[in-house]
């Protein structure tokens, strides 16, 4: 059977981008493949050194993983943290990783441009620990939002030469994964491209009814097609893209052949799609009180799942240690 590993930040509630791009695709894997799925606390230090409550923000994530369906007893749920071997390889593919190469890819360059301050080594290498959550467990299979794209190249980039070094096959070469076939990019609300927890556009599955009322309401829009069939501007693109997602089939239709006959009321519209955003998020809202009303069992799945990652890392390491050479 083939394995799946896939993370997310605690540095934020899980919003719609995490979800469709991610967690969608998490809970029907867990079901057909060996699934390993974390909360990366170590990348959270690259943006947020002091990070707040770890423990605090880890739950938080934990009890939304569950909420949304992700199931202890199918796959292995953890915390990156807690599985010191991901350091430890972290450390291995960090000698053979270019500093042409990392200072080249995009979201380092972003990153580094938004935080002059503090352009840190651990956000030069993000993408060797990212590379290194994957491999540990010899993953197949990587289910990411678009966004992740270039640390996905990098990832079968060090696996790759992993193997070449020191002439071995011990790692495959992990592909993005989305069910949809190509990967998701969720746009926020503002109209300025992708919904991000650090953007401020973006609606969490935590939000209740009146707060996700008003982020649609406030969304742009423009003064309406003036042709029929016109290709849509981009903020009204994303009102559809989102539709798309969370709404019937019937109602997209319905808004799209009014968009397509010049008859769209965009106030008509976004009212819809707040109502449709509301029922899809308000059940994981009350399951995410519910499970983080109980810490004590989200220790217990952490450590449980902690147990079952290790376990996999281990076996792996042993063999990482064997062909650089140590005894
Ligand atoms: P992070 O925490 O930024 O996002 C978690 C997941 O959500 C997806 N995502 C989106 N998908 C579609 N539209 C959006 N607007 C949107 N925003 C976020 C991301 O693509 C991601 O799948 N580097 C990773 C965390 C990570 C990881 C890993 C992932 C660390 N190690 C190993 C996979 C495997 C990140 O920053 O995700």
């Not at 690259?46 to 369906?69: D, F, M, Q």
């Not at 749920?77 to 053979?96: F, G």
Request: charged share 25%.
């Amino acid at each position: 059977m083939e394995t799946v590993v896939s993370g997310i930040r605690p540095t934020g509630n899980l919003h719609l981008g995490n979800y469709f791009g991610a967690v969608k695709n998490f809970l029907k894997m867990q079901d057909e493949y060996k699934c390993f799925f974390f909360i990366a606390d170590w990348h959270s230090l690259t943006t947020h050194p002091h990070p707040g409550n770890v423990v605090e923000n880890v739950r938080k994530i934990l009890a939304e993983y569950l909420a949304c369906g992700l199931n202890p007893e199918k796959a292995t749920i953890y915390v990156q943290s807690d599985i010191k071997e991901i350091a430890e390889l972290y450390l291995y593919l960090n000698m053979n990783a270019y500093l042409g190469e990392l200072e080249r890819t995009t979201t380092f360059k972003e990153k580094a441009r938004k935080q002059p301050d503090n352009v840190n080594a651990g956000l030069l290498t993000y993408p060797t620990l990212m590379a290194a959550d994957i491999i540990i467990h010899r993953a197949h299979k990587v289910p990411v939002g678009k966004d992740q794209e270039q640390n996905m190249e990098m990832a079968r980039k060090f696996a790759r030469r992993f193997n070449t070094i020191y002439g071995s096959e011990l790692f495959p070469e992990p592909a993005s994964f989305s069910y949809t076939g190509e990967g998701i990019k969720i746009p926020g609300l503002d109209g300025s491209g992708k919904m991000g927890k650090s953007e401020g556009n973006a609606i969490y599955l935590v939000d209740d009814a009146a707060t996700i009322r008003k982020k649609v309401m406030k969304a742009v829009t423009d003064s309406g097609p003036t042709e029929p069939n016109s290709v849509k501007p981009e903020v009204i693109q994303n009102l559809f893209t989102l539709m798309d997602v969370v709404s019937s089939k019937d109602t997209y239709d319905y808004f799209n052949e009014k968009y397509n006959n010049c008859e769209i009321r965009y106030g008509d519209l976004k009212k819809q799609l707040a109502e449709d955003i509301i029922n899809f998020c308000s059940p994981i809202r009350e399951r995410i009180m519910e499970y983080a009303a109980n810490p004590d069992n989200l220790d217990k799945v952490a450590a449980a799942g902690a147990e079952k990652a290790r376990a996999s890392a281990a076996t792996t390491m042993k063999e990482v240690r064997k062909l650089i050479g140590f005894r």
